[in-house]
């Protein structure tokens, strides 16, 4: 059996440019087979502006083409209120509605696994009975500074 781990945007942004530091890391996680990768709909806007706004539209289109083959899970209607909350509830840190919607989609499928280098955010965020997520790749492998790519605050 396949452990469900929720894919963050950042991870997905890396494993497609061979230029970005964490290329590596991000694209053997993604390829482990052990995981049963899932991602979030919002994360996929996400990715999509960056890669056009980096790399072209050509680039956004062959990955919106390849979501086909890939598990993505949209926000149920129950789901919006708990992204809300956490939203609030973690304001000072600055944690949006997309980085919420990953944590909120892992509780609904049961599991703490998030792929993501994001360790700001989501190593600050507890599942809703108090366990830290658990991350990869793993915390050797990654900046504690933004990515590059990451949506500026507003």
Known sequence: MRTPAVVDANVLVASIDRGEVHY??????LRRKDL????????????AYFL???????????FVRGLASLHVEAPEPDDWPLIADLVER????????????????ADRLGTDL??????RHFGAIRTPD?????LLPE?????????PYAAPTA
């Open 24 to 29: 590596g890391r991000c694209a053997e996680v």
């Open 36 to 47: 049963e990768l899932v991602i979030p709909a919002l994360v996929i806007s996400e990715v």
């Open 52 to 62: 056009d706004r980096r790399f072209g539209a050509a680039l956004e289109a062959d």
């Open 90 to 105: 973690y304001a000072d840190l600055g944690l949006g509605t997309v980085d919420a919607s990953v944590a909120v989609l």
């Open 114 to 119: 998030i792929l993501t280098l994001d360790r």
């Open 130 to 134: 108090g366990r830290s997520y658990r």
């Open 139 to 147: 915390p050797s492998a990654v900046h504690e500074e933004p990515a």
